[in-house]
């Protein structure tokens, strides 16, 4: 029987390390501050570096490792809140770059829970479009949507990009086992960026496009995700027949440090088993799943068999549960 | 509810949330102050008591002490 398996995972950040002391010199903040509300120690910010860019970088590095012929990939998704462009997608300049000819690309957005929602549309197009081979990146240049005079918002965040070659095939025990996704879009306005206005005139010949940077309701997106977190992780995994003591490791996006531990809370699950890399990286939206899911794989602390609930939320307000078989 | 009950039940969310003794939870102690909650224990905190009483309450609502929460959370079950 064919199973989908994550067969090799990437991850890039850009140069540029910005300390919590650094935003102290242009803003009323403190290392202290951010450190104990969010965990975040430093993060990285692109300069010079588009959504696009880390996103090759990641897309480069999973040809090496895997050694696969560019030609053989079906399909290439960017999951991001900030893409190069409204069009083309980030996914299309990717495969241009990386001369693969034959993938069908688009970009996602789903913000924080991108990621996880692209691993339901890898999954569906795998099994019922006849393709084998997919590459599935989470980029983000957060950077560029922040109010840097806003520090609510302005400490949270990193740029980076992190990714997975995902394949459909014979001979393999991993597997994707239960997903749980859900958008609850009554709250979407609790959580936006890059907000457009519509034309007040015609014809407009001289306004200049503006777009809104990145704005939240802290206390709602927290309340959200404490709530919603524990319950997606319990549908996903009573679908798959499971108990939480089965689960290994529990990969949550990497928005706080503080809601992951709530989050183990509320399951009654050791927060070991909750492995955080914020501290290094901040939010880094859709690419924070698969940034740490590399790490954890490279570190040797994510083996071959194990079983892991991949988590997102975010902006939508959207959440997502993915139980694998690595 | 009375207002014995509701703080029964707040010093009972609070030393859950915050690790503290039930003796340091008195009426007159600064949540911020005297239990070193920061916002997002008040959010915590405000979240549980919403959860568990089925009611809707605001994290700025003025609250910086113990009797502060009592009287809010008392406010909002009386206007049920």
Redesign the interface.
């Given at each position: 029987m064919e199973n989908i398996e994550i067969s090799y995972t990437a991850r890039y950040v850009p140069p540029e390390v910005i300390d919590n002391q650094r935003l102290t010199e242009f803003m009323d903040t403190s290392d202290e501050w951010i450190s104990?509300?969010t965990g975040i120690k430093k993060r990285h910010i692109s300069l010079n570096e588009s959504t696009a860019d880390l996103a090759e970088k990641v897309a480069e590095k999973l040809l090496t490792k895997s050694g696969w012929n560019p030609n053989s990939l079906d399909l290439i998704i960017v999951a991001t809140m900030s893409p190069n462009s409204f069009t083309p997608a980030t996914a299309a300049i990717v495969q241009g770059r990386i001369s693969a000819d034959n993938a069908v690309c688009f970009d996602i957005s789903a913000a924080c829970s991108g990621y996880i929602y692209g691993l339901s549309i890898v999954e569906a197009m795998l099994r019922n479009m006849n393709l084998k081979r997919a590459m599935l990146i989470g980029s983000e240049n957060i950077s560029k949507l922040i109010d840097w005079n806003d520090r609510s918002t302005a400490v949270l965040f990193g740029d980076g990009a992190a990714g997975a070659l995902i394949e459909l095939k014979e001979d393999t025990d991993s597997k994707f086992i239960s997903s749980d996704l859900k958008t609850i879009g009554n709250e979407a306005e609790f959580l936006t960026a890059g907000i457009t206005d519509p034309l007040e005139k015609f014809p407009d010949l001289d306004s200049i496009r503006k777009y809104t940077t990145f704005k939240m309701d802290?206390?709602r997106v927290?309340?959200f995700a404490?709530?919603e977190v524990p319950q997606s992780i319990l549908r996903a995994v009573q679908k798959a027949n499971l108990s939480l003591e089965d689960i290994d490791y529990f990969i949550l996006h990497q928005a706080?440090s503080?809601i992951i531990r709530?989050v183990a809370k509320k399951l009654k699950q050791n927060e070991e088993k909750f492995p955080i890399n914020i501290d290094s990286f901040g939010n880094t939206s859709a690419a924070s799943e698969p940034l740490l899911l590399d790490e954890l794989i490279e570190n040797g602390i994510v083996k071959r068999g194990m079983t892991l609930a991949l988590s997102g939320f975010g902006g939508g307000l959207t959440v997502g549960t993915h139980i694998i078989k690595y | 509810m009375t207002e014995a009950e509701v703080l029964k039940k707040v010093q009972d969310i609070v030393v859950e949330q915050l690790d503290v003794d039930v003796d340091d939870v008195t009426l007159t102690a600064d949540i911020k102050d005297d239990l070193d909650a920061d916002s997002l224990d008040v959010f915590e905190i405000m979240n549980e008591l919403e959860d568990d009483l089925d009611i809707k309450l605001e994290a700025d609502e003025n609250i910086k002490t113990i009797q502060d929460v009592v009287t809010y959370v008392k406010k909002e079950l009386d206007n049920k």
């Amino acid at each position: 029987m064919e199973n989908i398996e994550i067969s090799y995972t990437a991850r890039y950040v850009p140069p540029e390390v910005i300390d919590n002391q650094r935003l102290t010199e242009f803003m009323d903040t403190s290392d202290e501050w951010i450190s104990q509300r969010t965990g975040i120690k430093k993060r990285h910010i692109s300069l010079n570096e588009s959504t696009a860019d880390l996103a090759e970088k990641v897309a480069e590095k999973l040809l090496t490792k895997s050694g696969w012929n560019p030609n053989s990939l079906d399909l290439i998704i960017v999951a991001t809140m900030s893409p190069n462009s409204f069009t083309p997608a980030t996914a299309a300049i990717v495969q241009g770059r990386i001369s693969a000819d034959n993938a069908v690309c688009f970009d996602i957005s789903a913000a924080c829970s991108g990621y996880i929602y692209g691993l339901s549309i890898v999954e569906a197009m795998l099994r019922n479009m006849n393709l084998k081979r997919a590459m599935l990146i989470g980029s983000e240049n957060i950077s560029k949507l922040i109010d840097w005079n806003d520090r609510s918002t302005a400490v949270l965040f990193g740029d980076g990009a992190a990714g997975a070659l995902i394949e459909l095939k014979e001979d393999t025990d991993s597997k994707f086992i239960s997903s749980d996704l859900k958008t609850i879009g009554n709250e979407a306005e609790f959580l936006t960026a890059g907000i457009t206005d519509p034309l007040e005139k015609f014809p407009d010949l001289d306004s200049i496009r503006k777009y809104t940077t990145f704005k939240m309701d802290g206390r709602r997106v927290y309340t959200f995700a404490t709530r919603e977190v524990p319950q997606s992780i319990l549908r996903a995994v009573q679908k798959a027949n499971l108990s939480l003591e089965d689960i290994d490791y529990f990969i949550l996006h990497q928005a706080n440090s503080r809601i992951i531990r709530q989050v183990a809370k509320k399951l009654k699950q050791n927060e070991e088993k909750f492995p955080i890399n914020i501290d290094s990286f901040g939010n880094t939206s859709a690419a924070s799943e698969p940034l740490l899911l590399d790490e954890l794989i490279e570190n040797g602390i994510v083996k071959r068999g194990m079983t892991l609930a991949l988590s997102g939320f975010g902006g939508g307000l959207t959440v997502g549960t993915h139980i694998i078989k690595y | 509810m009375t207002e014995a009950e509701v703080l029964k039940k707040v010093q009972d969310i609070v030393v859950e949330q915050l690790d503290v003794d039930v003796d340091d939870v008195t009426l007159t102690a600064d949540i911020k102050d005297d239990l070193d909650a920061d916002s997002l224990d008040v959010f915590e905190i405000m979240n549980e008591l919403e959860d568990d009483l089925d009611i809707k309450l605001e994290a700025d609502e003025n609250i910086k002490t113990i009797q502060d929460v009592v009287t809010y959370v008392k406010k909002e079950l009386d206007n049920k």
